[in-house]
């Protein structure tokens, strides 16, 4: 690293009237103190890429890790659907992003009609408390690996209920979720005012992926309110296979990924080529 100085230049005049002292021949001459440059941290490695993450006043959230990683590297939340499991949609959401970024899945609370003990399924209690759940997750996921979380802004992606509570949040927090990739979901909300409020704090894109023929449809609406707004908005509709995350939803959500992250390079490799 390099460091600019800069000083006076000038030299005082000494008085005439005042004796110079000469230098103490066994004095060393002052040196420069040392800059050090920082060291990168060393590769994180794991045993397992997906794990459990406790939080602190809130159920326990998985996380998908960026094995190897050997710098600071950026969030995705990953919001299940309702009737979901945090472990599907990490492992989901890890297929697309690899090792580039850590990967946030938020519990949520027991649904009592799960299929059984060994088979929980979860739901979201409202975007209020996924709120405080997020929060209180990135926390945590910052004090597990601090060398290596990135403090910026996530990704948010949400499928059907996250993705319905997550426009809730950002429509709040603009400035801390600026991108959102809403899969099956998050269209009603985007009343006028809710997307003029979302602009105005810093909202910057949101990409709606479709299965289904009345999701674009709605996907439509909300985009022309974002639009209205001056938010970049993208629609992606694959082929009709049900309400569901994986498959050619995935693949589809893939592909249109890098417009999600265009101006974000913290996510590298990710971003469209220049």
């Not at 420069?32 to 060393?42: F, G, I, L, T």
């Not at 006043?57 to 094995?67: D, E, K, T």
């Not at 949400?158 to 269209?187: K, M, T, Y």
């Not at 049900?242 to 999600?260: C, D, F, L, M, Q």
């Amino acid at each position: 690293m390099a460091f600019a100085s800069s000083c006076d230049g000038r030299r005082a005049e000494p008085s005439a009237a005042a004796p110079t002292a000469s230098p103490s021949p066994s004095a060393p001459p002052a040196l420069p103190s040392a800059v050090v440059a920082p060291k990168e941290p060393s590769p994180l490695r794991v045993a397992s890429p997906i794990v459990d993450l406790t939080v602190p006043g809130h159920p326990a959230a998985v996380v998908s890790l960026p094995n190897g990683a050997t710098s600071r590297r950026p969030v995705v939340i990953a919001a299940h659907g309702n009737y979901g499991r945090p472990e599907w949609q990490c492992k989901a959401v890890r297929d697309l992003f690899e090792d580039h970024a850590f990967i946030l899945c938020p519990r949520g609370i027991p649904r009592d009609d799960s299929p059984g003990p060994d088979d929980i399924r979860f739901t979201y209690e409202s975007n209020a408390v996924l709120e405080l759940e997020i929060d209180a997750g990135l926390r945590a996921l910052a004090a597990a690996y601090p060398d290596y979380v990135d403090p910026g802004p996530p990704l948010y992606m949400g499928f059907s209920l996250g993705a319905i509570q997550g426009v809730a949040i950002a429509s709040r927090r603009p400035a801390d979720f600026p991108r959102l990739v809403l899969i099956e979901g998050g269209h009603d909300a985007w009343k006028p005012e809710v997307a003029q409020a979302f602009a105005k704090g810093g909202g910057n894109r949101v990409l709606f992926i479709c299965s289904q023929s009345f999701c674009e449809r709605d996907a439509r609406w909300a985009a022309a309110r974002l639009r209205e707004a001056k938010i970049s908005t993208r629609i992606v509709k694959t082929a009709d296979v049900g309400h569901r995350y994986n498959g050619p939803v995935a693949e589809a959500t893939r592909k249109s990924i890098p417009w999600s992250l265009e101006g974000d390079a913290r996510f590298g490799d990710l971003l469209p080529a220049p």
